[in-house]
């Protein structure tokens, strides 16, 4: 519908009218990426797919290639033209055009986003979605309605699910396919370090709004971080075994991988130096955000159909590599969407004026300064004991002690995902254990402000850090705090449900899928029997999300870890259990 | 500590006689020369290294002490007259392969020679055939308990002056170990006096059966963990008041949980290690409190929750003390690091003896002055002299009528004894050496700015073997 008003193609973007729309609709075809050998090809290859009954082609130089619309399983008929170097499907069709609409037309801003929350909330999950609500309205002042895009991954599996039309699935032996970049591309980019990202880095372009200047001076700094990020990614999901990543699940994420960094790449050797080019990029940000939203469980699905062929050591330390380098990439690009949608020329020209300038936001992107833990603990309490009141018809409920006044830095995405997913293990196990009228207890504890002989511990800290020997260190370079002595949190979650069976308790920061064994019967994929249970532990209802796979504990942990955080169960079986969730806080930036 | 020393002494006679050795035998050492240790043959030590230590759990010194006949308690003579030399050997190998440098520390030096010493007299014991050997036997163990008492603060100020020669991992490994080598010792030495005692008892029946309250010989067959709390809750309180002043308020201690549990257990550990995170607390607590302004609240409770599962029992005590600092809070299970060892080691250099035993910790007058000038972060004692320590009064009257079926101390726990407010930075690796020593074990989480949760984790059964050695050393055996 906005096609017209385009300018050029530049990526992979969508570029459709209500015609093929409508076709589409109707003769459920299904977009393919079709690469060519050169450029020559590719008109003989587009007439050669028309003839098999391809319709609407578009060329798309960037990867010498076009996208063709066929109806469902007709692709192996493309791959006999010698024109043809690799053809697939697109994996993702429809996200395309629901941010091409957000972001090139500007007028009709607000229906289109209406239109999109419209199908987000048609899914089976829609009482989680409404239940999200609560928790989006806190921060819709500082970042308006890019907040579905900021939410962590947990809530993703809510409202990106059902979005989706459930992905085509390959055969089991189809090998991944890699032609849409070169193997130089990832190896040139891989080849280069990472670097360890501060804090310092995502704030050193100002308090929003920003300038025109720094937004762009932001947006190269973005983007001279995330291909290279990607690339290592890449890297590290072909070194897995053929047989792995062979499985349609890890495929998908491999491709996802190969996707996002094939629409970086066109940005890779100039500099951003113009608000249109700043716009496009963004687009192109929050398709990456949104394309790898639904990364974790995908992989999960597929290392535990893989489980035969890995081991769970290797598997754990892939995810737990992979999940911590995620959390930085998503981080870098989500701080830049905030900054674009805080800044002064996109506020301007949005038609909402979400931020009033007689609040100024603690807000610095997706890092709030003046974060504070008990609000985000009563709004996720609350979630949770709405889930348990319908699941079970019992509210567990809690009282916070302390100092519940306190607040300090930090992002509070990480924050709501980490208590979710303590709490809806807490509530559980105290209705489970018929005690939801013992109210769980919740302290938070704060800092000193200025703790004596400080610097003496972080040096250890950074000694440690330094050390060949750390593997985690080395591969993941978690984010330095804006200045060492800053002031975090302890928060302690305790219950009285019954503790942790000592059987159970060595595997509960273990991705819980690697200790099914091999004759387990899978759970369930889809929407099939999702009990209560599953439902509140956090692996989503949705269409190709997993329920039951429990990763919501090590995941909330790699969360807290990230800023040197962390948290500790300690089990009194038969009694309760102790949570303790630790958190460095990020500090104040200077200047 | 002259006046302890004595009035022990007179006890120790009670059970070993001809005592008297004890304190020559110390006075010896404190002169030895601070070169490195002679050269001696390894060819002795090599065949005890060889030979495997036969670890024991709970349940058979129970069931073993429970019908005590006199070919038992031979049998067990043997067991430990041949058990001793092999794990003191062990332990002589660890300090052996230490780098060279760290054995010529002084303090290690002289704990070298005395388990050499040890070691020496020990596998040259014949074996034991009759009830006389028995009695020679239990005298010379009972004379290498005392004289070993000094071992803990010369290993603690060695590991300390060490710290920078070896890596403090390496550091905390050999001395979690040695201690742990140490309680081992004890337990079966001790262990094996109390036996032979119980069976020279006048009132013992030739086929006794204990009632469950009882001791079999070091062993409490029915640990009461409430009752344990509160004692040593009573205990720590008097020893507050009396160090810092009884206007002091101090936190009441709750009690909650699974009060009933019962488990089998050496009682000086459980004391030892209860004792430990009550005085934490109380000082954390009373420390914290004496910062504000105003005192006239009394200050949050302490929180113990017993908790019995299956196979465990779980003590959690929980303060509200403020925390532990940052700076602190990685060093506190080493021995050998942190910020603070320097200070650390000069409160060790008042301490020549540790038992580690709870009752050792009183507040005496004449160490009085000493203390409060060393220690310029401990708090002045207000109440000298004003209270003597319930323990030594309950000795006294215990020692009188001792016998099967009465509660009895460890036979040196009132040997030694400390300021209770003190910082040694022991308490707490020392702590968790006992807890891990019968299968358990010690973890701290702490809130920094609010208070610390410890929780103590003990084997229910009795059925788990004494853990002569730690995980991490597990490959070094």
């Known amino acids: ?591 | 500590m002259l006046r302890s020393c004595s009035q022990n002494g007179q006890r120790v006679v009670g059970l070993s006689a001809g005592y008297g050795s004890g304190v020559n035998g110390l006075s010896c050492h404190v002169r030895f020369t601070h070169g490195p240790p002679p050269w001696r043959p390894a060819y002795s030590l090599d065949q005890w290294v060889a030979r495997e230590a036969r670890p024991i759990s709970l349940r058979q010194l129970m069931v073993f002490g429970r019908t005590l006949t006199e070919s038992r308690l031979i049998s067990s003579a043997n067991y430990v007259r041949t058990e001793l030399p092999a794990r003191l050997a062990h332990r002589i190998r660890d300090m052996q392969t230490l780098p060279y440098v760290v054995v010529t520390n002084p303090h290690i030096s002289q704990v070298y020679e005395l388990y050499l010493k040890a070691f020496e007299s020990l596998r040259r014991v014949p074996e034991i055939k009759t009830l006389e050997d028995n009695a020679e036997f239990c005298e010379k163990i009972g004379e290498k308990l005392q004289e070993h008492l000094t071992v803990i603060p010369k290993l603690a100020m060695g590991v300390l002056e060490c710290r920078d020669l070896m890596k403090p991992e390496d550091m905390d490994k050999f001395m979690n170990t040695v201690l742990r080598s140490r309680i081992s010792r004890r337990v079966i030495a001790e262990q094996h006096i109390a036996l032979t005692e119980t069976f020279h008892h006048p009132r013992h029946p030739p086929d006794a059966q204990p009632r469950d309250s009882e001791f079999v010989g070091e062993v409490l067959v029915k640990c009461n963990a409430k009752e344990v709390v509160t004692r040593c809750g009573h205990e720590v309180a008097a020893l507050a008041s009396a160090a810092y002043g009884s206007s002091t308020l101090l936190p009441e201690i709750k009690l909650s949980g699974h009060l009933h549990a019962t488990f089998p257990y050496i009682l000086s550990h459980l004391e030892y290690i209860i004792g430990e995170l009550l005085r934490n607390s109380i000082q954390a607590i009373v420390e914290r409190q004496r910062a504000k302004p105003i005192q006239t609240e009394r200050p949050p409770p302490i929180e113990v929750t017993i908790c019995e599962a299956p196979q465990h029992v779980i003590i959690r005590v929980s303060d509200q003390g403020g925390g532990i600092p940052r700076d602190i809070l990685p060093h506190i299970w080493s021995f050998s690091k942190g910020p603070r060892s320097r200070e650390l080691l000069e409160n060790l250099n008042q301490v020549p003896k540790i038992a580690a035993t709870f009752q050792e910790l009183r507040v005496e007058d004449q160490q009085l002055p000493e203390a409060t000038e060393a220690t310029p972060h401990a708090s002045p004692y207000l109440g000298i002299g004003a209270k003597t320590h319930a323990a030594t009064e309950k000795l006294a009257s215990l020692s009188s009528h001792q016998g099967p079926g009465t509660v009895r101390e460890s036979s040196l726990a009132t040997l030694t004894s400390r300021p209770p407010n003190l910082r040694l930075g022991m308490g707490l690796p020392l702590s968790r050496v006992y807890a891990e020593y019968w299968a358990g074990s010690l973890e701290l989480h702490s809130l920094e700015g609010y208070g610390v949760d410890a929780f103590l984790q003990i084997s229910k059964l009795g059925n788990r073997n004494e853990q002569l050695t730690m995980r991490a050393s597990m490959d070094a055996v």
């Open chain 1, 1 to 591: 519908m906005v096609s017209t008003q385009d300018p050029p193609v530049q990526g992979l973007g969508d570029d459709t009218d209500q015609e093929e729309l409508d076709e589409t609709k109707k003769n459920n075809l299904v977009k393919h990426i079709i690469c060519c050998n050169s450029p020559e090809d590719v008109d003989p290859a587009i007439k050669f797919a028309q003839e098999q009954g391809g319709k609407f082609p578009k060329k798309r130089p960037i990867i010498t290639g076009f996208t063709i619309k066929f109806p469902k399983d007709n692709i192996s008929t493309m791959s006999d033209s010698k024109h043809v170097a690799s053809a697939e499907i697109d994996q993702d069709p429809r996200h395309w055009r629901s941010i091409q609409v957000r972001l090139t037309a500007r007028a009709p801003w607000t229906s289109a986003v209406i239109a999109e929350a419209t199908t987000t909330t048609t899914l089976n999950a829609a009482p989680m979605n409404l239940l999200w609500r609560p928790l989006r309205l806190r921060c819709r002042n500082a970042k308006g309605h890019y907040l579905c895009q900021l939410r962590p991954l947990a809530s993703y599996s809510y409202s990106t699910s059902a979005r989706r039309p459930s992905p085509p699935t390959p055969r089991w032996s189809h090998p991944p396919s890699s032609t849409v970049i070169s193997d130089e591309d990832v190896a040139s980019l891989a080849s280069k370090p990472l670097h360890t990202l501060s804090l310092a880095d995502l704030v050193k372009h100002g308090r929003p709004p920003l300038s025109t200047d720094a937004l762009l001076s932001s947006a190269n700094f973005t983007l001279s971080l995330l291909p290279i990020r990607l690339a290592h990614r890449i890297q590290a999901l072909r070194n897995l075994p053929y047989i792995v990543v062979s499985n349609p699940n890890i495929s998908k994420i491999y491709n996802n991988y190969l996707h996002s960094l094939s629409t970086l790449l066109p940005y890779n050797s100039k500099t951003i130096s113009n608000l249109e080019d700043e716009i496009r990029f963004t687009d192109v940000l929050a398709d990456l955000v949104e394309t790898h939203s639904h990364t974790i469980p995908t992989l999960a699905r597929g290392f535990l159909e893989c489980r035969k062929y890995i081991s769970p050591a290797e598997v754990t330390r892939f995810l737990d590599e992979h999940l911590r380098a995620r959390i930085g990439t998503r981080l870098i690009a989500e701080q830049h969407i905030a900054l674009h949608l805080s800044s002064q020329p996109h506020q301007h020209q949005s038609h909402t004026k979400l931020q009033t300038t007689d609040h100024p936001s603690s807000y610095i992107g997706v890092i709030d300064t003046a974060l504070q833990p008990a609000t985000i603990i009563n709004s996720c309490g609350n979630f949770v004991s709405e889930i348990c009141e319908l699941k079970y018809g019992v509210r567990p409920t809690w009282i916070i002690d302390g100092e519940p006044a306190t607040t300090f830095a930090y992002v509070p995405v990480h924050l709501e995902y980490i208590i979710t997913e303590l709490l809806k293990n807490t509530f559980r196990a105290t209705v489970e254990s018929g005690r939801s009228h013992e109210p769980v207890i919740i302290t938070i504890a704060a800092d000193p402000e200025t703790p004596r002989g400080m610097h003496n511990a972080f040096d250890q800290e950074r000694k440690l850090g330094d050390s060949p020997l750390n593997h985690e260190t080395r591969y993941n370079p978690s984010i330095k705090p804006f200045d060492d002595p800053a002031p975090g949190v302890t928060i302690r979650i305790r219950d009285r449900g019954g503790g942790i069976n000592p059987e159970v308790l060595p595997n509960i920061w273990s991705y819980s899928f690697t200790t099914f064994s091999e004759d387990d019967e899978l759970p369930p994929q889809g929407n099939g029997n999702i009990d209560a249970l599953n439902a509140i532990s956090g692996s989503g209802a949705g269409g190709s999300s997993i329920a039951g796979l429990g990763y919501g504990l090590p995941l909330g942990r790699a969360y807290a870890e990230y800023f040197g955080g962390g948290i500790a169960v300690q089990s009194l079986y038969g009694w309760g259990c102790d949570v303790y969730l630790r958190l460095k806080g990020l500090g104040r930036p200077k200047g």
